[in-house]
Nanobody, 124 residues
């Protein structure tokens, strides 16, 4: 089992920044793809970003490309999501997730492990 714990969410004004962290524990492996997803009230859970096990490959949803940056520190078993130029439509619960395999499959159902989520609220 892998346990994931997100932190760093909060309330921020439009145009501001936040950095989310996801600490992994348990049967972790540096060969794991890590992803971030988000879910707004009454909506489905959507892919935000993913990073390969070695940090070389990253993938972003079009809606966050150029504003968000995903990174990882395998020595600390932690994944980060730096969010800049935040917009009200970025408001959601953000989830960290882990899976084996390629970063290019972005369907939530392909991820095996999930954190509990952290709320991000962007005011206009």
């Amino acid at each position: 089992q892998v346990q994931l714990v997100e932190s760093g969410g909060g309330l921020v004004q439009a145009g501001g920044s936040l950095r989310l962290s996801c600490a992994a524990s348990g049967r972790t492996s540096s060969s794991t793809t890590m992803g971030w997803f988000r879910q707004a009230p009454g909506k489905a859970r959507y892919f935000v970003a993913a990073i390969s096990w070695n940090g070389i490959s990253t993938l972003y949803a079009d809606s966050v490309k150029g504003r968000f940056t995903i990174s990882r520190d395998n020595a600390r078993n932690t994944v980060y999501l730096q969010m800049n130029s935040l917009k009200p439509e970025d408001t959601a619960v953000y989830y960290c997730a882990a899976r084996s395999g390629s970063i290019y499959n972005t369907a939530p159902a392909t991820y095996s492990y999930w954190g509990q989520g952290t709320q991000v609220t962007v005011s206009s």
